[in-house]
């Protein structure tokens, strides 16, 4: 028989296993659906958070604030500089008679009124390409070493205590997630210790026969495998449920805030990435311990 034709016979026989006991196969299976669904939900929240956050707070700007005796010219030059940096979406020019109308429009005229003349400088507000805290403080050091640029205000501490915060939850969620993937290979592993007990008698016939240690633990490992990958459907089924559940709240909130924001739902990549991690899990589950009962049978 072919190696694929092995694992065939192996993966029928798991799959039959499994079926025999729909109940327990069921609330296992239950078990590392939720255990999975807690930090799956939690970094879909986190960036759902981050992307809510990013749209309600506006983006960040930085502002280029020119020498008070600065021509047109340098103006023009650093104009002709913004637009040729990769790592600029967009830059607009304020003159500084602008600059003082828009200060005198809020409410400032009377002071505006009593002063001798404009002191505000020429600036430019520039829009970079991305929200990297380390983006910014690059381009700051880039600009504020250009001829004639006096100051260079970057918009960006709420982006920094942002990704601070961001990362913090990032960080917790994943301590939890390898806490919780323990846990299952853990239930995986004694979920197999007692289908290896009860099926003593028949591994030692097919020792007697003839069976390899590879050819008894195949069937096993299946087994392990399928029940990750049947919880692994399962917490994509309460990641679902939770999204659906929560994305009018969330829409209402939005609204209140004079914002368009609908919850995104984790797609094709992501989902395929939860059900490989946690097949993985199980697999690895059943092969510690079939290799310990296999072992001690010895």
Sequence with gaps: MTWLGEHFLALRSAARQLGSHP???LLTALVIGIALALPAGGLLLLDNAGRALGETSGRPEISIFMNEKADRAASDEIARRLD???RVASQRFVPRDEAL???AESGLADVINDLPGNPLPDAFVVMPKGEDPVLFNDLRETFAGWPEVAHV???SAWIERLHAMLELGRQTVMLLAFLLASALVIVTFNTIRLQLLTQRAEIEVSR????TDRYI????LWQGALQ??????IAWALLGAMISALSEPVARLANSYGAMFTLQRPDALQVAAMLGIVAALGLLGALLSANRHLRLAD
């Design 217 to 220: 633990r195949r069937p096993f």
């Design 23 to 25: 109940l327990g196969s």
């Design 101 to 103: 109308k828009q200060l």
């Design 208 to 211: 007697l026969l003839g069976a």
């Design 153 to 155: 205000q970057l918009d």
């Design 228 to 233: 990750g990958l049947l919880g692994g459907f």
């Design 84 to 86: 040729n940096d990769p």
